[in-house]
C-alpha cells in the first residue's frame, strides 16, 4: 500500500473521445506526476504538478493536460484520444521540500486506458 | 539527457540461483537510482533507492544494489531467487528533478 490512489482502474474510450484521470496522492504530499507506460515499455514522464504549478513536461503533446488542487489530488486530461494512447497511465507522489530530488516517489496502482 | 539501460529484457533463473538484474545509467553528473518492481496488472513498487548516502543498497525482500561509478552501473541483485520475485523490473533515475527517466524493464522469470 503506498497511499497513492487512481480511478478509475480500467475504462474504454473511442477514438477522438476526451478521458479524465483521477489520482490522490499519499497523504501530506505536495508533488504529483503522470506516467504512461504502454504496453511492454517502461513508464513515460507526461508531466509533473508542484504546489498546483506544472513543474516539468515530458515529450507529449498538449492535447495531454493535467491539474493539481489545493488538497494536493490530481487530474490528467487526454482529449481527441488516438489509438496509440491506450496504455497504463500511473500517478506518483512524494514530498519535495524544495524542487530537489532523491525524494521517495510512490505509485499508484494505474488506471488501464483502452482506445477503440 | 538523461538515460537508462537494461541489460536483458528478459532473465530467467532456477529457484533458489543468484538474481542478476543490470542496469546502467548515462549522466555527467551522478543522479540518483531507483529500483522498482511491477507485479503483473499492478503499479511500481520501490525496491530501493540510490541517493549517495551509501553505494551498497539494501531494499525489501532480500534485494539489494551497489552503485558503481567509474561504471555508471546500479545492478540490482538477490543471492537466492524465490518464486514469488517473478515480476518485471526497473531502473529509473533522477537529477534535478522529482522526474524519473526510466529504462525499458527486465522481466524475471523463476523457474522451479
Known amino acids: 500500500e503506498t497511499g497513492v490512489t487512481q480511478s478509475p482502474t480500467h475504462l474504454i474510450k473511442t477514438r477522438g473521445q476526451q478521458v479524465t484521470l483521477r489520482c490522490s496522492s499519499q497523504?501530506?504530499?505536495?508533488?504529483v506526476s503522470w506516467y504512461q507506460q504502454a504496453l511492454g515499455q517502461g513508464p513515460q514522464f507526461i508531466f509533473q504538478?508542484?504546489?498546483?504549478?506544472?513543474?516539468g513536461r515530458g515529450n507529449f503533446p498538449p492535447r495531454f493536460s493535467g491539474l493539481q488542487f489545493p488538497n494536493y489530488s490530481s487530474e490528467l486530461n487526454v482529449n481527441a484520444l488516438e489509438l496509440d494512447d491506450s496504455a497504463l497511465y500511473l500517478c506518483?507522489?512524494?514530498?519535495?521540500?524544495?524542487?530537489?530530488?532523491?525524494?521517495?516517489?510512490?505509485f499508484g496502482e494505474g488506471s488501464w486506458l483502452t482506445v477503440v | 539527457a538523461q538515460s537508462v539501460t537494461q541489460l536483458g529484457s528478459h532473465v530467467s533463473v532456477s529457484e533458489g540461483a543468484l538474481v542478476l538484474l543490470r542496469c546502467n545509467y548515462s549522466?555527467?553528473?551522478?543522479?540518483?537510482l531507483f529500483w522498482y518492481v511491477q507485479y503483473p496488472n499492478q503499479g511500481l513498487q520501490l525496491l530501493l533507492k540510490?541517493?549517495?548516502?551509501?553505494?551498497l543498497v539494501k531494499g525489501i525482500n532480500g534485494f539489494e544494489a551497489e552503485f558503481k561509478k567509474s561504471e555508471t552501473s546500479f545492478h540490482l541483485t538477490k543471492p537466492s531467487a524465490h518464486m514469488s520475485d517473478a515480476a518485471e523490473y526497473f531502473c529509473?533515475?533522477?537529477?534535478?528533478?522529482?522526474?524519473?527517466?526510466f529504462g525499458k524493464g527486465t522481466k524475471l522469470t523463476v523457474n522451479p
Open positions: 549522466s555527467s553528473v551522478p543522479p540518483y
Open positions: 540510490y541517493t549517495s548516502a551509501a553505494t
Open positions: 529509473a533515475a533522477q537529477g534535478g528533478s522529482e522526474k524519473l527517466v
Open positions: 506518483a507522489s512524494s514530498l519535495a521540500s524544495s524542487r530537489s530530488s532523491g525524494n521517495t516517489i510512490y
Open positions: 504538478y508542484y504546489r498546483e504549478e506544472e513543474n
Open positions: 497523504s501530506g504530499h505536495n508533488t
